[in-house]
């Protein structure tokens, strides 16, 4: 790994994973990324950003004994998907941050096609459920679709994210010092946190690549269908008005090797 040299021990890649109620998932979920990241010869470390009291943190505490490293953060009270990653990214150390959603919806394999992107020219990259592709192995309720084109179309009038097609597929990464300009300027705690995220970065001038990813649908929706969506709207807003008025500063990529560019 070719970093700088006050950045001998820097893990490639910090994976972030926000949980609410996972304890029946987080076990698997931590194993599984954590040996794909060996397999592909990654160091890696792991972080796991979990609210709920059903037992998510204590489990993910207990793997730390078999896997060094892992850091837990958290408490009872749900804080917020989007406050979850931003602790996370606090936390971070690695080369490249990205998180990934701890029912893993997205198979960790995927992040094969992001290694060699984020190696290149791309500063982050997002995946994007697209069923032109034959990648959704487990599509959503035609409800719940028919109400992401009403998103898609409200966040295109209201923010304006011209060329992305997906903005909430829990499957994104950055490179280390965009992800900390982007989090650091972060706000929103709810699920709206991945549509001001990307419009931040893009503020910044961050170069963006969108990945087809493979994804399946869990049924297992955490968002109230009107509380949630009328809360998401409002946020919509806030980021509206928010890219108005900030003027983040442009991103100056650290252009540092990530692993073996081979």
Not at 39 to 66: P, W
Not at 134 to 147: D, H, N, S, V
Not at 230 to 246: P, S, V, W, Y
Request: proline letters at 5%; glycine letters at 10%; one cysteine or more.
């Amino acid at each position: 790994m070719d970093l700088d040299t006050g950045a001998a021990l820097q893990p490639e890649i910090s994976l972030i994973l926000p949980a609410y109620n996972e304890a029946k998932t987080i076990v698997n979920t931590i194993r599984e990324a954590h040996l794909y990241f060996q397999s592909r010869g990654l160091t890696s470390q792991i972080i796991v950003s979990a609210d709920g009291n059903d037992g998510t943190r204590e489990k993910a505490s207990e793997l730390s004994a078999e896997i060094p490293g892992i850091i837990v953060l958290g408490s009872p009270q749900r804080s917020g998907k989007g406050k979850g990653i931003r602790l996370g990214v606090e936390q971070a150390t690695g080369a490249i941050i990205g998180f990934a959603d701890a029912d893993n919806k997205v198979p960790i394999e995927e992040f094969d096609q992001f290694l060699p992107l984020l190696r290149g020219k791309a500063d982050f990259a997002i995946g994007i459920r697209s069923r032109t592709n034959g990648k959704i192995e487990k599509p959503q309720p035609f409800y719940r679709q028919l109400g992401g084109r009403g998103f898609y179309f409200a966040v295109q009038s209201i923010v304006g994210l011209p060329g992305i097609t997906d903005t909430q597929c829990g499957f994104k990464f950055f490179r280390h010092d965009l992800a900390k300009a982007v989090f650091a300027l972060q706000e929103i705690d709810g699920y709206m946190y991945d549509v001001e995220i990307i419009a931040l970065a893009i503020r910044m001038g961050a170069r963006l690549e969108q990945v087809p990813i493979r994804w399946r649908d869990d049924a297992d929706s955490r968002l109230d269908l009107v509380a949630g969506n009328i809360q998401n709207l409002k946020d919509i807003f806030r980021i509206r008005r928010r890219m108005a008025a900030i003027r983040p500063e442009q991103y100056v990529p650290v252009r540092q090797t990530v692993g073996n560019s081979e």
